[in-house]
Nanobody
Framework: QAQLVESGGGLVQAGGSLRLSCEAS????????MGWFRQAPGKEREFVGA????????TYVDSVKGRFTISRDNAKNTVYLQMNSLKPEDTAVYYC????????????????WGRGTQVTVSS
């Protein structure tokens, strides 16, 4: 059974950094594009960024460009989200997701989802 598990969330002060990991199991995701999404309380889940299956192409929502970096290690079946210069508005539950083919910013395009990890940024 395919499974994605996020880790690395926590509480950090504004300006700090966190690195989230998303480990896949149950199948090989090396041919899948991987996306990161987040959902703040009372808000809809939003796209954060994504990486192509080979890791050569990434895309980000404007609000995190220059601060967040997505990478992947297909040998470890793991995707990372490095978050720097964190702001209180980055507080949310962060989810990773996988889809076959090219990446997408649409939630509904993704086939597999993790259960999320909480990131809280204090001011």
């Amino acid at each position: 059974q395919a499974q994605l598990v996020e880790s690395g969330g926590g509480l950090v002060q504004a300006g700090g950094s966190l690195r989230l990991s998303c480990e896949a199991s149950g199948r090989t995701f090396s041919s899948y594009a991987m996306g990161w999404f987040r959902q703040a309380p009372g808000k809809e889940r939003e796209f954060v960024g994504a990486i192509s299956w080979r890791g050569s192409i990434t895309t980000y929502v404007d609000s995190v460009k220059g601060r967040f970096t997505i990478s992947r290690d297909n040998a470890k079946n793991t995707v990372y989200l490095q978050m720097n210069s964190l702001k209180p508005e980055d507080t949310a539950v962060y989810y990773c997701a996988a889809k076959s083919g090219t990446f997408s910013a649409k939630n509904s395009d993704y086939d597999y989802w993790g259960r999320g990890t909480q990131v809280t940024v204090s001011s």
